[in-house]
């Protein structure tokens, strides 16, 4: 263990012995797993942004809806022109569909919210049956959600987001005030728990109403159409009730055998499939690009390595002829160069991170160091280290001392 | 039992299609305790032979047996241990580590048998004392005269307490003050017990010894015991 503890300082005084061409390698590594780290913890943080937002629907739960999602303008184009869900659709799912637990319609708008003289544009009013509060997870910060008979009676009565509640209520008691969303009147009910920015967007700017109040100041929504979120009796029965609900729907809208859906359905897991998918691509290109400026990286440290022991020639021989062993010499050669990756890998990381943060303020986003990110750098660059320094350093271990030493 | 025996020992280089023979048939033994000098006309053979006895090459042809072992059959790791701590090799053109200061050069033997930080240190130092340059231990060898470069190179090669001392022209480089100060140091070394081989192109280095062995074009032209009464030095 001593012997390992010397040669280590003596690998270490020789990097800094030459410190320009070993800073310059350590430059090299530091850009290239700089450049991998920033990517990968940035779409770590991304993916795991959206991933919780999802995990607020539960995995037995999905969505059905006139457009979802599309992939060219041309399918865009074609589901844009289908007809919207209707809260008729809903009503007959609920009624008809068994293996559902819950259908709960939504439909969006935006409205401007005032109250006193102060207001706020462009508000998402989320509008739902009472049962949505037991499909999507929603916290309750301070009074209720809104209940089936608010909903029986249109009832105008609000749960805010807290961004709302900020702008209105700082320091007041909410509960029992009265806004006004558009020209009409509602009474604050309850406020939800803050859940924070995703991408920079505000996710607490919005106000939760009764369905029916909804439709009697808008109407039911003629172009967009609701959504419905359906909760299946139970995770493994999902598959069967998302084809009983396809059934359904089909029936209803009168969608000819041999056409295709007129209606998307997803379920939380498959959006993120489609997310993923989308970043797949992205992924395994920028994956290449660092696989290659890393690989770059790792013949740069091969050279030098390989200049190094060339030029330590009669080093090596004089270790030899007093006494040091194959492995001694190959120690000595792999620490220097896995301590140049190593701790360009080190450095690389934390820009890395560092970048991604910045990055993500820009768009206020707060990502965490991944774990993932930070133990592949570190494998990498140790990795590098010794692959690449291997054949130099047996190089340098298998040199016959005496050739060694009469090299010029 | 002899220290050092060999039997027929050759060394061939090949260059290309030539053979160069450096030793031709070497047979001879050396006891425990000799001082022995070689010497020779320049390319008759005598590094080469240096290079054998200290481990650090191998015959192509013959044998060689280091206190009973037999070289051939030891492993790299062996011969490096037998480098380590059992031959001290004084080169004859110091080979120190140029970057490395006069004590890390005599720690580095002690650094490859796991000697501990602490005593490794102690022991350097004592070694460099012997040689007279415990005041230059930080010195790296561009710092040092060729005189006190060398006296690096014998703390080195007895840092370990080898039981041989190889010398390969130790006082090639040296002016003849110099010289004798080197040699005066091996007599004392002689002295407390150790075997020690010298390679010198001077007859007056060479009457130090006890024995000369006479090399020529390869072989071993002459073995003789130099008498007590034409010895140099204190005896
Ligand atoms: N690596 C080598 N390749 C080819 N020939 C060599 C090699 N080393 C030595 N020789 C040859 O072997 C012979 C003996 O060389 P050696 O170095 O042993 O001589 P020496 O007696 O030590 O000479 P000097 O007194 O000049 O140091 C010489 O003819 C030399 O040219
Ligand atoms: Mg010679």
């Known amino acids: 263990m001593v012997v390992f503890g010397s040669i ?62 599309a992939f060219s303008e041309e399918e865009f184009l074609e589901k844009i022109k289908r007809k919207p ?65 608010d909903d029986l009676y249109k009832r105008r009565v609000v749960l805010i987001g807290d961004d709302l509640r900020e702008e209105f209520f700082e320091g007041v008691n909410p509960l029992g005030k009265v806004i006004k969303i558009g020209p009409e009147k509602y009474t ?40 419905m979120l359906i909760k299946a009796r139970s995770v493994e029965l999902l598959p069967e009730a998302m084809d009983e609900v396809r059934v359904i729907m089909r029936t209803i809208r009168k969608v000819p055998y041999d056409e295709p859906d007129d209606f998307d359905m997803e379920t939380a897991d498959s959006i993120l499939e489609m997310l993923n998918n989308f970043t797949r691509m992205f992924r395994l290109v920028m994956v290449g690009i660092s696989t290659i400026s890393l690989v770059i990286g790792g013949i740069v440290v091969m050279n030098i390595m390989m200049v190094s022991v060339t030029e330590r020639t009669r080093e090596i021989g004089i270790r030899k002829s007093i006494g040091a062993k194959q492995k001694h010499i190959l120690l000595q050669f792999l620490f220097e160069s896995v301590m140049l990756t190593l701790s360009g890998g080190v450095v690389g990381i934390i820009l890395g991170f560092l970048i991604a943060q910045a990055l993500a303020g820009q768009i206020d986003m707060d990502i965490e160091p991944s774990m993932l990110a930070i133990s592949a750098g570190l494998t990498v660059s140790t990795g590098i280290g010794l692959i690449f320094g291997i054949y130099p350093a047996m190089k340098a271990a298998r040199m016959d001392p005496i050739k060694a030493l009469s090299y010029e | 039992m002899p220290m050092i025996e060999t039997d027929n020992l050759w060394r061939t280089y090949t260059m290309g299609q030539e053979k160069v023979h450096a030793l031709r048939s070497v047979s001879m033994t050396i006891e425990k305790g000799e001082y022995v000098a070689i010497m020779g006309p320049s390319g008759s053979g005598k590094s080469t032979m240096m290079n054998l006895i200290g481990c650090l090459d191998t015959p192509t042809q013959g044998e060689y047996w280091l206190n009973d072992q037999r070289v051939r059959q030891l492993n790299d790791n062996q011969l490096a241990n037998i480098r380590n701590r059992e031959i001290g090799f004084v080169f004859q053109t110091f080979n120190l580590l140029p970057r490395a200061t006069a004590l890390h050069n005599v720690e580095l033997p002690l650094i490859y048998n796991g000697t501990p930080k602490a ?81 010198t192109h001077e007859p007056d280095i060479a009457r130090h010894a006890h024995r000369v062995l006479s090399i020529l074009d390869g072989r071993i032209a002459s073995d003789e015991r130099v008498p007590e009464s034409e010895r140099n030095g204190i005896h």
Request: with cysteine; aromatic share 6%.
């Open chain 1, 8 to 69: 280590f300082r003596i690998a270490g005084a020789a990097l800094w012995a030459n410190k320009l061409r070993s800073g310059l390698t350590f430059v090299g590594i530091v850009f290239g797993v700089t450049s991998v780290m920033t990517i990968i913890t940035a779409l770590e943080g991304a993916t795991g942004a959206i991933e919780k937002q999802l995990d607020t629907l539960g995995p037995s739960t999905f969505m059905v809806a006139k457009l979802m999602s």
């Open chain 1, 188 to 227: 604050v009910i309850g406020v939800a728990e803050r859940r924070g920015e995703m991408f920079g967007e505000s996710q607490d700017g919005f106000a939760i109403i009764p369905l029916s109040a909804f439709i009697r100041q808008f109407g039911e929504p003629r172009r967009r159409g609701i959504n």
């Open chain 2, 119 to 199: 005593e490794r240190e102690d022991m350097a130092k004592a070694a460099l004392a012997k040689v007279d340059l415990a005041d230059r231990m930080l010195h790296r060898p561009s710092e040092l005269s060729g005189g006190q470069r060398q006296r690096v190179a014998i703390a080195r090669a007895l840092v370990n307490n080898p039981s041989i001392l190889l010398a390969d022209e130790p006082t090639g480089n040296l002016d003849s003050k110099t010289s004798k100060e080197i040699m005066r140091f091996f007599d004392d070394l002689h002295h407390q017990g150790n075997t020690i081989i010298t390679v």
């Open chain 1, 85 to 149: 869900v209707s809260i008729r659709d809903a009503e007959i799912v609920e009624e008809d569909c068994h293996l559902c637990e819950k259908v709960s319609p939504r439909a969006h708008g935006g409205a401007r919210v005032k109250y006193g003289d102060k207001y706020i544009r462009n508000v998402d009013i989320t509008a739902g049956t009472a049962n949505i509060v037991d499909i999507v997870d929603f916290e309750v910060a301070q009074g209720r959600f809104h209940s089936t008979e």
